[in-house]
């Protein structure tokens, strides 16, 4: 939320509305980040976890060998290009640092078969009808160490390979030990070492080892990054690509701008010679909507150096003093506890809906009037507008929240749950209570947030502002 100025009233007196307006965004509800911020602290990144499905075309139908997936492990050499088979032996859900995993009906990442591995979360075929027709599959490499050094720079190292597999085995390459490096701000890139086998759509004929390779798995920007991990949808919208040679990256119009752009230019010229590249680009095909990257998920511990005294016999003890608030003043008063922005992250698909989940800024309620024959009341309310990106825009009829108060004196209540249009409710487009109190009282007051949207939203980054209203 942006900053909102706490608003106060002279000693006993009655208060018409006031309200403040703040900022509330959605990070995309398929394709937007979360604003940038380094990791809180220097030190050593343990246990780091990738998980990265690439892109839906990733893991969809294909127009030959049944479908695109992901293996564990480096292939190996199939001899020229042709389908996989089971007896092949190459395909594995799990080798070393390295697994694959998709979701099932209930949403839970289980691990793929050789059975299952064209098969969606309700287990049918995956096509090429739909760009949303995908299994889901990622591909998860564990146990990553790396930095945060002391200017915010973030830098992971991975051990293992993965295969992406294209027509069922037609064409193939492998991505070897992946580095991530993010600077301060959150902009960086994933690297790997590419190789496999040149292919091409056109002579099947072709088949030869390729030359490992650096190049960039996934250009990122604005990765809000903490002590924790971070979750962030590399570029792709907007981005141009030259392609020397192949099949040329179509112009961007009013009809595919809102999945035009490319994976980096060094993916796109190692794919030139699997046979893949104008799947890693809007190259005017049917399935161009099934191209944009999907996020990047990055999980780890943050170790932190001890703090070693620069006397050893000696412990530094601190304490703050505040500011003398003198109860006497008899005030009513309301601040946000932060000026941070709420960002409910990338929305999820479930079914046929986009969810999105992401807390209010903590609401801290001051009052400490006493004396006279008024009854000290006071209520909190809420009410955001219009989702927009641009001129792509939703009602705030489908944002709802669940309110809770703590820290409160006798007499405060929780408003009560307001449920996204969606589900039948009426959403925060209109006025909706946070919270109430029957007499003079302190509190502090939240709500979760749950944003419920149809799949046919557009993708974007959406913002809106909450404006809170506070009556006494």
């Known amino acids: 939320m942006d900053s909102a100025t706490s608003t106060k009233a002279p000693r006993l007196r009655r208060l018409a509305a006031v309200a403040a307006v703040a900022a509330l965004s959605l990070g995309g509800a398929l394709v937007a980040t979360a604003p940038a911020s380094a990791a809180a602290q220097e030190g050593e990144l343990t246990g780091a976890q990738l998980r990265w499905g690439f892109a839906n075309e990733a893991s969809s139908g294909a127009y030959a060998g049944g479908c695109n997936f992901l293996s564990a492990g480096a292939a190996g050499n199939s001899g020229s290009a042709r389908p996989w088979t089971q007896a092949d032996g190459f395909y594995s859900a799990s080798e070393g640092n390295v697994s694959i995993v998709k979701p099932d009906a209930t949403g839970a990442l289980v691990a793929p078969t050789w059975a299952t591995k064209c098969l969606d979360a309700n287990g049918k075929a995956v096509n090429v009808g739909s760009p949303t027709s995908n299994t889901g599959t990622e591909v998860v490499i564990d146990g990553g160490t790396g930095t945060v050094d002391a200017d915010g720079n973030v830098e992971i190292e991975w051990d293992g390979s993965f295969t992406v597999v294209f027509y069922g085995g037609y064409t193939y390459w492998t991505a070897t030990d992946p580095v991530l490096t993010l600077d301060a701000e959150g902009n960086g890139q994933l690297t ?21 390779t650096q190049i960039v798995l996934a250009d990122i920007t604005g990765a809000a990054v903490s002590d924790t991990g971070f979750t962030v949808t590399p570029d792709f919208l907007g981005v141009s690509v030259n392609v020397v040679g192949g099949t040329p990256q179509v112009a961007k119009t009013t009809q595919n701008e809102a999945f035009w752009g490319s994976f980096p230019q060094s993916f796109v010229d190692f794919q030139q010679l699997t046979g893949q590249s ?32 620069e006397n050893p016999n000696e412990q530094e003890i601190g304490v703050e003093v505040p500011v003398v608030d003198d109860p006497a003043t008899g005030e009513f008063g309301w601040a946000f506890a932060s000026a ?65 108060v703590s820290g409160a004196g006798a007499g405060v209540t929780a408003g009560t749950v307001v449920t996204s249009k969606q589900l039948g409710g009426a959403g925060l487009a209109t006025s909706s209570v946070l919270a109430t109190s029957t007499s003079a009282g302190n509190a502090t007051i939240g709500a979760d947030l749950e944003l419920v949207i149809p799949k046919t939203t557009a993708p974007g980054a959406y913002k809106t502002k909450l404006t809170v209203t506070a009556l006494s």
Not at 298 to 306: H, K, N, R, S
Not at 344 to 362: C, E, I, P, S
């Open 192 to 212: 790997a070492t590419a190789g496999g086998y040149g292919a091409s759509m056109e002579d099947l004929t072709k088949w030869e080892a390729l030359t490992p």
């Open 278 to 309: 104008s799947y890693w680009y809007s190259s005017g095909g049917a399935r161009d909507a099934a191209k944009p990257t999907r996020p990047i998920h990055v999980a780890y511990t943050l170790e932190t150096p001890p703090v070693t005294p």
């Open 340 to 404: 941070t922005p709420v960002s409910l992250g990338t929305a999820a698909q479930q079914g046929d809906v986009f969810r999105a989940t992401g807390k209010l800024n903590d609401i801290v309620v001051t009052d400490t009037r006493t004396g006279g024959k008024a009854a000290y009341t006071w209520s909190i309310s809420g009410q955001v507008g219009v989702f927009a990106d641009g001129a792509k825009t939703f009602s705030g009829e489908y944002l709802g929240w669940t309110p809770a």
